[in-house]
């Protein structure tokens, strides 16, 4: 009872703070268009990732569903990396080492089976380091690296295994050997950002809030699972693909007005803070606003801008002239 998406989003640095951009949101789940149709959500991630069209390299980082051989060799293909957890009972396989003379028919290569979690058993080999994680400080990680052959990925990886002091143990994963551990754990540790992303689309943006209805769309029943539309008539197909088109309309006008905001937030800070008009706990100077302070200083600079530019800013002009002053109520607050 409700929509599964998969959302891609470009993590960007800027103003001391680093910013998950959203780039593109789908809807993946929920109905089956032809009984043919066998992609899985990994299929329609690597489906996804063509869309936004990245041309240079990227390291896509991603939680442990994503770790498989589907994702793995699409990223490959167009030179990208993935950066991942694995988990707890993944195994990874030596390099074998060959011995005496060769014999006739393929060559051997996975040596010694290792599971991975026991690599945390060996801890006095473990090196120490600052947490290079996003807004960790004054926390020491233990950390070990290892490059062993993946069977989903067909070719050697590094894993890289974490003991936080308050966290726990963590599997880390880059199919990217040349990349250091810090890197890589400094990478996973910024996927929360997407998280967080998610959570300024639902709160402060509100992406998801559409109510597009379609009288024709049959009921179902609660956990009823997926309607199977390829049993339907080639109109209702096409009224709920016109239903969906519209959901997906909706949400990427929010994925422009999520980006614009992180836009201002990291270009014009001093801007906003003046123009905020409230009060916040946490303020700290040099780090960009959130989305949810950006969208509370454009609310109270939006009455103020409405009456002082409506002579010759055209938006201004096209707001005002379709509202009534005595009842709306940006324009008392102004006054």
Known sequence: MGHSLQAVSVLVQA?????????????????????????TLLDKMLTLLR???????????????????????????QNHHLVTRVRSTAVAYTLYNHQGAKKRGRPRRYGKKIA???????????????????????VTLQYRVCDLLWRPAGRLVRFVVVIHPTR???????????????????????????????K?????????????WMKKMKP???????????????????????????????????????????????????LVWASFGSWL???????????LVVATALRHSLPEFLLNTAQHNIFAKFIVERQDPDRLEVFRLAS
């Open 15 to 39: 103003a001391e703070s680093v910013f998950a951009v959203p780039l593109a949101i789908r809807i993946h789940e929920g109905l089956v268009w032809s009984n043919r149709d066998t992609r």
């Open 116 to 138: 991975l979690k026991s690599l945390f058993g060996d801890e006095p080999v473990m090196e120490q380091a600052a947490s290079p994680v996003y807004g960790e400080y004054t």
């Open 51 to 77: 869309i936004v069209e990245i041309r240079q390299p990227f390291y896509f980082v991603a939680d442990a569903y994503y770790a498989s051989q589907k994702i793995i060799t699409g990223l490959l293909d």
């Open 281 to 291: 706990r946490t303020i700290r100077p040099g780090i960009a606003p959130s989305e």
């Open 200 to 212: 300024q689309a639902v709160r402060v943006i509100g992406s998801f809030s559409y109510h597009f």
């Open 220 to 270: 179902l029943r609660r956990r009823n699972g997926n309607q199977y539309l390829h049993r339907e008539s080639a109109d209702y197909r096409d009224a709920v693909k016109r239903k969906i088109n519209a959901y997906h309309v909706f949400m990427h006008a929010g994925v422009v007005s999520q980006g614009l905001l992180q836009y201002v937030a990291a270009n014009f800070p001093k």
């Open 168 to 198: 726990g143990r963590c599997l880390l994963m880059s199919t990217d050997t040349s990349l250091s551990a810090i890197e890589i754990i400094r990478l996973y540790g910024l996927r929360f950002k997407i998280e967080h992303g998610f």
